[in-house]
């Protein structure tokens, strides 16, 4: 059975919301199809623009978008990272934990899917925009949170679970240690992310590439904002400062387009060139513009290039997908002693 969660939000409550396709609350009545959102109105008001929309709680912290083309992209980004990950969602050994924590929830698939798996953990997802479902399992709910924020979390936890966040931070590290302090002993935190660096190991792929190209650009933009892309391969090391004990990390390769032979990277590139296209624009437009100063229509026409590219076949590239996750030592564990800086 599943019902509408009330969400919290850190701004004033006002009324219980209907969804923007609803009928008006003002009038006192909810229908079964309102929503039950406890959230100000303000917060369904989305920035626009360039054409697109993004969230208004904590506004232009977040750079990409949050509109329904987006929605979208991020759900085919999931189902394309579940059928990398051979069905699952997470990899650290949990066993019957009782609050999980999805940091950057999205459109909160990850967290409905545990909720399933684990019916008694209560499942908490945090976002700065409401586009997640009304209707979820009794024990997941939905939060308008903003993870940059020294109260964040309410209760310790057993799992916290991060996925595809770079460039939200400006040093994720941050993250990291306030999910070990807020971690039950014993308690797991995993990260699962995007390497951006486009990789490839057959030669196929020149030096004037646009799409790697267009990575680096990307890259430099961000840096400026101060938001870093490159974590991916950085998160085992900073698990281990942090004092996480069992930290593993996997790799995983996962083609831009469908240029492999094998049948299901085939199909996986093939969604994922998809997943890529539909998100260039979304990926470019606030990052190029605040960041190096570009306007809308130079970024047009410079993403042109690189969609021929990143569609080309001939160039057998990839990204890599690490999946890092590790373990608050139980009080009295010796934890592991932390590289040198």
């Not at 199809?33 to 506004?59: C, D, L, M, P, W």
């Not at 190991?201 to 030096?207: A, E, L």
């Given at each position: ?186 308690g797991w935190m995993e990260s699962q ?48 400062q942090a004092g996480y004990v069992d ?95």
């Open positions: 059975m599943v019902r509408a969660r009330r969400r919290r939000s850190k701004q004033p409550v006002r009324a219980p919301l209907s969804s923007p396709m609803q009928s008006d609350p003002s009038d006192g009545q909810e229908s079964c199809g309102t929503s039950t959102k406890s959230v100000n109105q303000s917060i369904f008001n989305f920035v626009r623009e360039n054409g697109r929309t993004y969230h208004r709680y904590q506004a232009g912290s977040y750079m990409f978008p949050n509109d329904q083309y987006e929605i979208e992209r991020l759900d085919l980004q999931y189902e394309i990272l579940k059928v990398l990950f051979k069905g699952r969602n997470h990899y650290a050994p949990l066993k019957n934990p009782k609050k999980i924590l999805d940091i950057g929830t999205g459109t909160g698939k990850w967290a409905i899917e545990m909720g399933n798996e684990f019916p008694h953990a209560e499942v908490t997802g945090t976002d700065l925009s409401p586009i997640q479902p009304e209707w979820v399992p009794n024990n997941v709910k939905f939060v308008i949170d903003d993870a940059n924020e020294e109260d964040w979390m309410l209760d310790p936890m057993d799992y916290i679970h991060t996925r595809v966040l770079l460039g939200c931070f400006d040093d994720f590290r941050e993250v990291i240690a306030k999910s070990f302090r807020y971690l039950k002993p014993g992310e995007y390497m951006p660096t486009v990789y490839c190991d057959d030669g196929s792929m020149s030096s004037d590439y646009a799409f790697a190209e267009w990575t680096q650009t990307q890259d430099k933009a961000a840096m400026t904002l101060g938001k870093p892309l490159r974590i991916a391969n950085k998160l085992k090391r900073w698990y281990e930290v593993h990390e996997e790799v995983f390769k996962l083609p831009i387009n469908s240029w492999p032979k094998d049948p299901q990277f085939k199909m996986l590139g093939r969604f994922n060139e998809t997943n890529l296209l539909d998100g260039l624009q979304a990926f470019s437009l606030q990052m190029f513009q605040k960041g190096l100063g570009w306007t809308k229509d130079e970024i047009e026409v410079y993403l042109v290039h690189v969609r021929k590219a990143l569609s080309d076949r001939n160039v057998h590239a990839y990204h890599k997908i690490f999946v890092v996750w590790g373990r608050k030592p139980h009080e009295g564990e010796l934890a592991a002693s932390p590289p040198p800086s």
